[in-house]
């Protein structure tokens, strides 16, 4: 369900693309959930502030 990708010090996990859908599906269920709601948006925060490690790999390959 789940590859990994090692660039530098870090490692990223994505989701496979045969089973996206599946957990698109999951995903629309729990997008009701306050607590992940919650964690999203915190999440939103560090990356807008840079803080995340995806933020420098998104920006990388530009």
Do not use: C
């Not at 496979?16 to 959930?33: M, P, T």
């Amino acid at each position: 369900m789940v590859s990994i990708r090692k660039i530098d010090q870090w490692v990223y996990y994505y989701i496979k693309d045969e089973v996206s859908d599946v957990i698109g599906q999951l995903f629309s269920y729990l997008n009701r959930d306050p607590v992940l709601l919650n964690d999203l948006e915190t999440y939103r925060i560090l990356y807008s502030n840079r803080e995340l490690a995806i933020y420098k790999l998104h920006h990388k390959r530009r």
